[in-house]
């Protein structure tokens, strides 16, 4: 596809249980960034990958969270053990670079949890 | 303290009118980049307008322009000719220093709502 997909779009889990979100960047771009938007605010940045090599997870909320790129193009971010807390929209974004101007977003996983 | 303040929750404007979303931002940093992102409904945030922190004229992107203040720390977007497409939330940004910073740091948001 020509735009950064994610899926899936939606996902109900229970309190407790683990999940995996899942993006596709545009082919050829290095860079992949992680954020988190909670209802009513701004994106939030979660972790950076260049390739396959994860550069940067400072933003990553507790070490239930966990993100791979393992072949340095799909990238999956798995919580573990969810909670109320985590429900968000989850926005993964890909670029030419790190300092490439623009970074171009996937439409997101809204995640709730019950 | 708020990195990126957007004061205004909600905006409306009448469609073909022009219309101003203010964003102040708060950085020591001599090196910084402002950007303006849309998110309709359907979610996807869509880059608007870069504006950087050397940048001696105001960024201008079609419709587009950021109104770059640098003394006043604000960097608030005019879009002009509104259009009934434009309904979204507007999301003022900013990365923080140069080197190998990539992180963007978002404000809360506004709702531009265009009415006919």
Redesign the interface.
Known sequence: GAGVSQSPRYKVAKRGQDVALRCDPISGHVSLFWYQQALGQGPEFLTYFQNEAQLDKSGLPSDRFFAERPEGSVSTLKIQRTQQEDSAVYLCASSWAALYNEQFFGPGTRLTVL | AQK?TQTQPGMFVQEKEAVTLDCTYDTSDQSY?L?W?KQPS??????LI?QGSYDEQNATEGRYSLNFQKARKSANLVISASQLGDSAMY?C?MREGGG?N????????TLLTVNP
């Open positions: 990126i980049g950007f992102y359907s979610g996807e945030m869509i880059f870069y999301f940004a190998s990539y992180k963007l740091t978002f404000g809360k948001g």
